[in-house]
């Protein structure tokens, strides 16, 4: 074993396909003819093989087959590049393999933490399937309920990774080959030496399921959600193909409905995300660019994905009461009823708009019938999230949202920093200019099907900016999609009014140097970030629990908190950071309660009725105050206005917890306090 020292911390035309349209279609003599194709040359052999069977098979030309090589090969590296740069940002800023197994644990917060327990679970049971079957029936995370977390949590990732772990290992041991090393690590500042290791053969195997969430984290922070776990962009991917296809063939759905399957497995959130994308094609067919047969076809994709996934979750209610699922069937209702929606409304413009009102009128009223028939009330702070962005509404469980910050409005410094480095300003001008061309069309009945992709990408970046502004955390799918419209600068399609292409690409060139000023600036001053994680306190706290309670005690506390001490302890928890169930808000707001201004004993008989054994008071929660009005005990003012100008329990018991709980462990951030048991008089 080694000794190491850390570094020092710092900082067409037929009538026919014309229906299949928007009901305001080309009227005749007036349609364009199609631009005659180019010849192809049959091969030779009639089975070719080699290169030319690949070219066979996808219908490219020599020189087409070597573009779309030099572009891959580009990814490839441009993918690496990015894992590098991140990677590094991650290791600068955490000092991460200088840390203890312990310290690694208490670097994933709040959700993170959660989800790598169930990892680390299926990792240390007997067998694969006693790690699975430990998940499914899982007693430690809403103690004393039994829950199945791969249908609560979207857990599928946290499967496939721990599968995929467990399969290495068993290899490399059978063969013997070391695959981890170990050093002991000097913290200074009178601390013991920790034991830290690196490599594969890892129980704790932090740092490859870290690797999961590298795609896009730097956009929110420097610790990544379950949001990142999803693969986003494969859908949009499969979108563009589609719209750019006359007639999509089968393999292409089912690309779609695989992409779409992946992007829903693994984030409950995913649903909205696929909402939007289901509205922007929705207007696309309004406006004609996109035929009823190709709309439908992606809607009854859509719907079979939804299908599989709700199989596949369990029966997740969740997903059949969502707004998405209604819209799906809204939808399919109106494109069904296109023909009665012409007869009753002539004008385009007219009929455009009774199309979305009866798309959004029909989807809200058959989700909440739907959720009334099944009972669902998970996804109710939802509504009230959105209802909190345009009124004045709040309650407690929306300003646990809201007043947090990636849940709130957008701040100003997200678009003066897209201003800087003129991706703004470029995707302002692309979508612009679609926005007139798509118009100007309209206008002259000059629809194209070949434009529906640049329509539809206009219209979803305009659906991921509405998501960005009003919850900041979501721009995490608006930047890499400015990302993507920015490239279109390089269209010849919107600009070759500029000229030759030796023009064009001038321009293209004096805009990447502009851009990339800035966005050196922005490399450099990440790269400038040099840190170390430390949390003594929680360490402290963490050891305690281990080494004075029992395996069964029972905890309740902060959410973050309580991901942490099941990770670390694997002591049961009453409530944890996962808010997206209305039995887990309802516990979390008993647990809360603590932050109130209710009398003491009225909180501990929400502990024990819980069945809480001990409590975790953090100070900080108590005093901190984002901003007016949210701070905990100002939250509960909203919920609890009879007891509004009392001074805060949580007050009181960082001072002295008697008479209703008992101190046994205390330091400058956590006090333990000490829950009765039920008795007798309490029943």
């Known amino acids: 074993m080694v000794a190491k020292n850390r570094k020092p911390t710092g900082k067409s035309p037929a009538t026919q396909a014309d229906r299949d349209k928007s009901p305001l279609v080309s009227p005749p003599g007036k349609s364009k003819a199609r631009r005659p194709g180019r010849e192809g040359k049959a091969f030779n052999s009639s089975h070719p093989n080699g290169l030319s069977g690949v070219r066979h098979k996808l219908g490219l030309s020599p020189s087409a087959v070597g573009k779309l090589g030099i572009t891959l090969l580009l990814a490839a590296l441009t993918g690496y590049l990015h894992w590098y740069h991140l990677s590094h940002l991650f290791e600068n800023d955490r000092h991460f393999s200088h840390l203890s197994n312990l310290e690694k644990e208490m670097a994933f917060r709040t959700e993170t933490g959660l989800y790598y327990s169930y990892y680390k679970t299926i990792i240390e049971a007997p067998s694969f399937l006693d790690g699975l079957h430990m998940v499914m029936n899982d007693r430690l995370t809403e103690y004393p309920l039994v829950i199945n977390t791969l249908k609560r949590f979207n857990l599928y990732p946290e499967v496939v990774l721990a599968s995929w772990y467990r399969m290495y290992t068993g290899v490399m041991g059978y063969f013997g080959i070391p695959t981890k090393m170990c050093w002991s690590i000097n913290r200074g500042e009178g601390l013991t030496p920790v034991d830290s290791c690196e490599g594969t053969d890892l129980k704790l195997n932090v740092f490859v399921y870290f690797l999961r969430h590298l795609n896009s984290f730097p956009l929110i922070s420097y610790t990544p959600t379950l949001s990142h776990h999803s693969i986003s962009f494969f859908p949009l991917l499969c979108i563009s193909s589609l719209l750019r296809t006359p007639t999509p063939s089968r393999t292409a759905m089912v690309a779609l409905g695989i992409s779409n399957l992946c992007f829903m497995l693994p984030w409950q959130f995913a649903q909205f995300v696929l909402l939007t994308q289901v509205a922007s094609l929705f207007a696309s067919y309004i406006l004609?660019?996109?035929?009823?047969?190709?709309?439908?076809?992606?809607?009854?994709?859509?719907?079979?994905?939804?299908?599989?996934?709700?199989?596949?979750?369990?029966?997740?209610?969740?997903?059949?009461?969502?707004?998405?699922?209604?819209?799906?069937?809204?939808?399919?209702?109106?494109?069904?009823?296109?023909?009665?929606?012409?007869?009753?409304?002539?004008?385009?413009?007219?009929?455009?708009?009774?199309?979305?009102?009866?798309?959004?009128?029909?989807?809200?009223?058959?989700?909440?019938?739907?959720?009334?028939?099944?009972?669902?009330?998970?996804?109710?702070?939802?509504?009230?999230?959105?209802?909190?962005?345009?009124?004045?509404?709040?309650?407690?469980?929306?300003?646990?949202?809201?007043?947090?910050?990636?849940?709130?409005?957008?701040?100003?410094?997200?678009?003066?920093?897209?201003?800087?480095?003129?991706?703004?300003?470029?995707?302002?001008?692309?979508?612009?200019?679609?926005?007139?061309?798509?118009?100007?069309?309209?206008?002259?009945?000059?629809?194209?099907?070949?434009?529906?992709?640049?329509?539809?990408?206009?219209?979803?970046?305009?659906?991921?900016?509405?998501?960005?502004?009003?919850?900041?955390?979501?721009?995490?799918?608006?930047?890499?999609?400015?990302?993507?419209?920015?490239?279109?600068?390089?269209?010849?399609?919107?600009?070759?009014?500029?000229?030759?292409?030796?023009?064009?690409?001038?321009?293209?060139f004096a805009v990447m140097t502009a851009m990339a000023i800035q966005g050196v600036a922005n490399l450099q001053a990440q790269w400038a970030i040099i840190g170390e994680f430390s949390n003594l306190p929680q360490e402290e706290l963490l050891d305690w629990i281990q080494d004075n309670t029992h395996p069964d005690s029972v905890f309740a506390g902060a959410m973050p908190t309580m991901a942490s001490v099941k990770l670390s302890t694997g002591r049961p928890i009453v409530n944890h950071p996962h808010y997206e169930d209305a039995g887990l808000r309802s516990r979390t707001k008993l647990v809360y309660s603590m932050y109130s201004r209710m009398s003491g004993e009225t909180v501990k008989r929400n502990l024990m009725k819980l069945g809480v054994d001990f409590f975790i008071l953090e100070d900080s929660w108590c005093t901190r105050r984002t901003r007016p009005g949210c701070s905990m005990p100002e939250i509960w003012d909203i919920e609890d206005p009879q007891n509004a100008g009392k001074i805060p329990l949580c007050t009181h018991m960082s001072k002295t917890a008697r008479p209703h709980f008992t101190t046994l462990f205390s330091n400058d951030i956590y006090k333990v306090l000490k829950v009765p048991k039920v008795t007798k008089a309490h029943r």
């Open 288 to 508: 004609g660019y996109l035929r009823a047969i190709k709309m439908q076809s992606i809607l009854v994709t859509h719907m079979i994905t939804l299908s599989f996934c709700f199989i596949l979750m369990f029966g997740n209610s969740m997903l059949l009461t969502s707004f998405y699922a209604s819209s799906l069937v809204s939808i399919w209702a109106i494109i069904a009823l296109r023909d009665r929606f012409a007869q009753v409304f002539k004008s385009g413009i007219v009929l455009w708009v009774m199309q979305g009102l009866a798309w959004v009128g029909s989807t809200i009223l058959l989700k909440f019938m739907l959720s009334t028939v099944f009972g669902a009330s998970d996804d109710a702070h939802i509504s009230g999230l959105i209802k909190s962005k345009f009124t004045s509404y709040k309650d407690f469980h929306t300003l646990m949202y809201t007043c947090a910050a990636e849940f709130d409005l957008m701040e100003l410094e997200t678009p003066v920093r897209y201003l800087k480095t003129l991706l703004l300003p470029i995707n302002v001008l692309v979508v612009a200019l679609i926005a007139w061309r798509t118009v100007r069309d309209v206008v002259r009945f000059l629809r194209d099907d070949g434009k529906a992709s640049l329509v539809y990408h206009s219209l979803q970046l305009v659906a991921f900016a509405v998501l960005a502004v009003l919850i900041m955390r979501l721009k995490l799918f608006l930047t890499p999609h400015m990302c993507i419209m920015a490239s279109l600068i390089c269209s010849k399609q919107l600009f070759g009014w500029i000229g030759q292409t030796f023009k064009q690409q001038i321009v293209v």
